[in-house]
């Protein structure tokens, strides 16, 4: 099983849908977890963290559920801009892999 | 801020060339990684160093591949023979501390090996 599996996609949303997208992670003793964004051919940049009680950023919810070990992010009011890739990213203390193990992305489009 | 600065923004090169990446971190930043992203195996740590010492290649495919860090502003990775598989974005990224979750990445070498 890998560490942090996403459902790769693509999502397909029309404008001003919402769309969730959930990840789950394999090591339970993973101690923090992130969104980043990774828009076409450009590099990933953090999007937001995801806290124990769920925390949201504008139009952007994240959950976590420690006792199914999975994190979902909830995109609310779709616009064209969100269109990317989305990975979940889970922070590993003691790992060997700089502490940060990547998924594979959720692919999104929002259509007009 | 200039960011991570990465060289060259694509390479295209014949199978047996040797494929040199650079790579700038940001000031002050202690750590850098080097990603590898294919569509197969999205992004993967081939190795991170602090303070100019490698920490952990065991993500480094093979010994084709070797990277260095002469000095605190300055990496490179180095394919030696390169071959067809090596093709792949490859990603360098800074951060302030280890595990750091905001990881400031280049923007990106699109390497190609025919």
């Known amino acids: 099983r890998k560490e942090v599996e996403q459902d790769p996609g693509p999502f397909n949303v029309p404008e001003g849908a919402t769309v969730a997208f959930n990840c789950t992670y394999s090591?339970?003793?993973?101690?923090?977890f992130f969104w980043y964004r990774q828009d076409c051919r450009k590099e990933p940049k953090l999007l937001m963290s995801?806290?124990?009680s769920g925390n949201e950023d504008g139009r952007f919810t994240a959950q976590l559920n420690r006792a199914s070990q999975y994190i979902s992010l909830l995109i609310r009011d779709s616009k064209l801009s969100d269109s990317a890739t989305y990975l979940c990213?889970?922070?590993?203390?003691?790992?060997?892999?700089?502490?940060?193990?990547f998924g594979k992305g959720t692919k999104l489009s929002v259509k007009p | 801020d200039a960011g991570v600065i990465q060289s060259p923004r694509h390479e295209v090169t014949e199978m047996g060339q040797e494929v040199t990446l650079r790579c700038k971190p940001i000031?002050?930043?202690?750590?850098l990684f080097w990603y590898r992203q294919t569509m197969m195996r999205g992004l993967e740590l081939l190795i991170y160093?602090?303070?100019?010492?490698?920490?952990?290649d065991s993500g480094m495919p093979e010994d084709r591949f070797s990277a260095k860090m002469p000095n605190a502003s300055f990496s490179t990775l180095k394919i030696q023979p390169s071959e067809p598989r090596d093709s792949a974005v490859y990603f360098c990224?800074?951060?302030?501390?280890?595990?750091?979750?905001?990881?400031?990445f280049g923007s990106g070498t699109q390497l190609s090996v025919l």
């Open positions: 990224a800074s951060s302030t501390k280890q595990g750091d979750e905001k990881l400031f």
């Open positions: 090591n339970s003793a993973s101690q923090s």
């Open positions: 995801v806290y124990s």
């Open positions: 990213v889970v922070k590993v203390y003691g790992g060997s892999q700089g502490n940060l193990i």
């Open positions: 000031s002050g930043h202690d750590y």
């Open positions: 160093f602090n303070n100019n010492v490698p920490i952990d």
